[in-house]
């Protein structure tokens, strides 16, 4: 019976923790490429698919302005009228959502990982989630993240 007790706490403590690391629809994937290569990946890739590339914020570089230390850590923001306005018209309200971002970051032990926010979730967040538009947006951002991911060093 103790060695129940000991396997259910640490399951509980395993499920806890993970799901207080992992945010609400973000999507996280881990990168075998160094953080600079896995955005230039993924933004050549967005780009070579027609999407506009609207900024690519490297936040690391902004905290050394001001006297800080960041890893590294970029957004790239980025999408097209042709898939965002369908969820808008599904959700007025997801275009506080839009454009799509891409988040690339070095965790406090080296692993670089490429986040987005998953548009299942953000339908769900607006009210919308019988919305195809966001399902597409879904799988368009997995496959645009599979590719840049793959191939590892």
């Known amino acids: 019976m103790k060695h129940i007790s000991i396997l259910f706490i640490l ?23 160094s953080a600079v290569e896995t955005m230039t990946r993924f933004e050549t890739i967005a ?6 590339v609207f900024a690519r914020i490297n936040h690391a570089a902004g ?15 980025f999408g097209n009228p042709q898939g965002g306005t369908p969820f808008i018209e599904c959700a007025q309200t997801v275009g506080i959502d839009l454009p799509l ?13 490429l986040g987005y926010n998953d548009p299942l979730y953000l339908a769900k967040r607006h ?20 590719k840049a991911l793959m191939g590892a060093k």
């Open 11 to 33: 399951c509980f403590t395993l499920i806890s923790s993970s799901a207080a690391l992992s945010a609400d629809g973000l999507v996280a994937l881990e990168s075998s490429y």
């Open 63 to 77: 905290a050394e302005k001001v006297g800080k230390t960041l890893r590294p850590t970029e957004v790239l923001i």
């Open 47 to 52: 780009k070579n698919k027609g999407l506009n």
């Open 101 to 113: 971002k891409v988040l690339v970051w070095e965790d406090v032990t080296g692993q670089v990982w």
């Open 127 to 146: 009210g919308a989630a019988q919305c195809s538009a966001a399902g597409k947006l879904s799988k368009a951002l997995a496959g645009l993240s599979a």
